[in-house]
């Protein structure tokens, strides 16, 4: 068992980002594996070949000593009668005999020697040489979703910064339409509006800097720790392989020094060579040839909205404060169920690694295999928690330098989703909440109802949950998609993007009525939406007294539109139309998984499934749609690729 690495002298820490290089020196490897056993394979081929003209050559030496070897032993006309045994008195004859008959025993020597090289040295490179190369794809998968969660987490930081700016630009729009309000009735309307839209704009700059803040620590993570622990696991797994390669070629030179003695001199000078093959050595020397200079990329910081001045602190307002406070909470508990599930799968880890130190790596391929499987998919598994408490911890701490020790009330709501048949009134906005795709939620203790995006608005202060604290564990754990059941002795163990809520709670997708625009209309300002007789657009927020509604058009965008220009197109969604409610993207299920929860989607490998409107939007990894039986949910959309 070699020596691990210095730190000076490993991947990880000589050689930052620069995983694809290292993987094709894997390949290089691999591939110097494969030039090997296709000179075995030849060897081999040529060891048959000679064996058989070595047999045709015996034979015919056999043929012609029969025919003449009375000819040099008693002459072509002797006078005296012989047989047998006078020629095997002759010592020339017998010699003769011992170099026909050796060639004969070689011949079989030969085949020998063919027959080992294809079974013991062909065979067992190939095997490794495919097993090795699973590993690397599974290594390289890993490193591309380490990437891809990586990119998602960066993309959700963008998302955050528009939602926030497009959030400013509606405190702006609202201040315009206060102008237009006509009586004191609506402009109090109006002004409640804008105090509710000013709101959100600040919710959405505390979900940036929070997405901001959470960008930076999973950047800090995925090149302090992602990226060299990937790197030194292929360093381990070259290493390995290098290893295992010299172990069949010292097999096979064994092999031919017992079949060849007269070139046990020669074959032991290549012994000698081998055996002075040393991995860390050449790997230092890859690393001497390849460093590069490398600095890491500078963190983000808060960019206000070039429409509307603001600072870089956490807002603390009443309204503002209530989100922080239910999302504190949300994520305390999340973290709580993670850090057993982390130290329990750090103890297995911990276990295979001294398996694995403990193993005597030969030539067979049997149940080392299976440990490097199982010592990788755990380390995988141990990763991606890893990442979601990041996650959950920068969440925390942003939160908590913002509000200190004032967590507010102590009784949370127990949201669950709901369909609402009859337009409902949310306990917090006042606005309706209406449709039969779970457009709301409401609380199993109190029956409050409120839109999704309003969730966490609410204050914690649920008259029928006072005081019970175990009350917010059970509710954020139902809210992680995880399903547990009492009276089942072995509980699911959830999967790490369960424990990652999506960041900004206004991205959950609502199905809006439709209608069909009247007449054409040409904006006249940034808050409005061009529109054209004929098309049909779904009515984000109806006429308010002012005149103008909200509308939204096919491309997803949205603006305000006169209340005349458009005309009714339905009143609602049927039961029966919940599988034409997507928006025509199919997707192919590449995985299958089992769901964890009421909200998600089980997925067979080759389904076909149809996103619903802004179904890739849902966040944080999860895709929303519809299966062939026209049930809607979420499921990993790293489980799933494009049509």
């Not at 460093?291 to 009443?318: I, Q, S």
Request: hydrophobic share 30%; glycine share 6%.
């Amino acid at each position: 068992m070699t020596t691990e690495p210095a730190p000076d002298q490993s991947y990880g820490g000589a050689l930052p980002d620069q995983v694809e290089r290292i993987a094709n020196l894997f390949d290089a490897h691999q591939e110097l594996i494969g030039d090997v056993r296709d000179l075995y394979q030849s060897r081999a081929a040529i060891e048959r070949e000679y064996a058989a003209k070595l047999q045709t050559l015996a034979r015919k030496a056999a043929d012609k000593k029969t025919k003449m070897e009375s000819r040099f032993i008693v002459g072509e006309d002797p006078t005296m009668n012989w047989d047998g045994s006078v020629l095997q008195r002759n010592t020339l004859n017998n010699a003769y005999d011992t170099l026909v008959n050796s060639i004969i025993d070689t011949t079989q020597d030969h085949l020998g020697i063919a027959d080992a090289i294809s079974s013991q040295i062909v065979e067992t490179l190939r095997i490794v040489e495919k097993r090795s190369d699973d590993a690397k794809k599974k290594e390289m998968q890993f490193f591309q979703k380490l990437l891809a969660d990586r990119d998602r987490i960066y993309a959700d930081r963008l998302k955050s910064k528009q939602k926030y700016d497009a959030d400013c630009e509606e405190v702006e729009s609202f201040r315009q339409k206060q102008t237009r309000a006509q009586d004191e009735k609506n402009k109090g309307r109006v002004a409640k509006q804008a105090e509710q839209q000013r709101n959100d704009m600040l919710n959405s700059k505390n979900t940036y800097l929070i997405s901001t803040a959470i960008a930076n620590q999973i950047k800090d993570k995925f090149y302090a720790t992602d990226l060299p622990s990937v790197e030194n696991e292929f360093q381990r797994l070259q290493k390995q392989l290098v290893e295992r390669f010299v172990k069949i070629l010292l097999h096979s030179q064994h092999l031919q020094l017992s079949h060849l003695d007269n070139l046990k001199d020669r074959l032991s000078d290549v012994e000698n060579k081998l055996n002075q093959v040393l991995p860390l050595q050449d790997q230092v020397l890859f690393i001497n040839h390849n460093v590069r200079p490398f600095t890491a990329p500078n963190g983000w910081k808060f960019e206000p909205c070039v429409l509307h001045y603001d600072t870089d602190n956490m807002n603390v307002e009443p309204g503002p404060k209530v989100f922080l406070q239910n999302k504190l909470g949300h994520c305390r508990a999340k973290s709580q169920e993670l850090e057993p599930l982390i130290s329990s799968k750090q103890s297995e880890l911990n276990q295979l690694t001294r398996k694995l130190q403990k193993h005597i790596i030969d030539h067979s391929t049997g149940n080392f295999d299976d440990l490097v499987d199982n010592y990788l998919e755990t380390c995988h598994q141990l990763v991606l928690y890893q990442n979601s408490r990041c996650i959950l911890e920068a969440e925390i701490e942003t939160i908590v330098a913002a509000i200190g020790d004032d967590e507010g009330a102590r009784s949370p709501h127990a949201f669950k989703s709901s369909s609402f048949s009859i337009p409902t009134q949310c306990g917090y906005c006042e606005s309706t909440i209406w449709g039969l795709s779970k457009q709301g939620k409401t609380c199993k203790l109190c029956g409050l109802s409120v839109h999704t995006k309003c969730e966490l608005k609410v204050p914690a202060n649920c008259p029928q949950g006072e005081g019970s604290g175990a009350t917010l564990s059970r509710k954020t754990t139902a809210s992680s998609r995880i399903s547990t059941s009492s009276a089942a002795p072995a509980a699911v163990t959830p999967t790490p993007s369960s424990f990652v809520q999506p960041q900004t709670p206004d991205e959950d997708e609502e199905s809006y009525p439709t209608a069909q625009v009247l007449f054409d209309f040409t904006p006249t300002s940034e808050f409005e939406l061009g529109v054209h007789e004929g098309t049909t657009v779904q009515v984000v927020e109806q006429d308010d007294g002012s005149g103008w509604v909200k509308v939204m058009d096919s491309r997803g965008k949205s603006g305000l539109v006169p209340g005349s220009y458009i005309g009714n197109n339905d009143s609602g969604s049927g039961e029966g139309g919940s599988t034409t409610q997507g928006k025509g993207q199919r997707v192919r299920a590449i995985y299958p998984y089992q769901s964890q929860g009421p909200d998600e989607l089980g997925l067979q490998e080759g389904e076909i499934l149809e996103l619903s409107v802004g179904g890739q939007d849902y966040g944080n990894g999860w895709w929303e749609g519809f299966n062939s039986k026209g049930q809607k949910g979420i499921f990993p959309s790293n489980y799933v690729e494009m049509l």
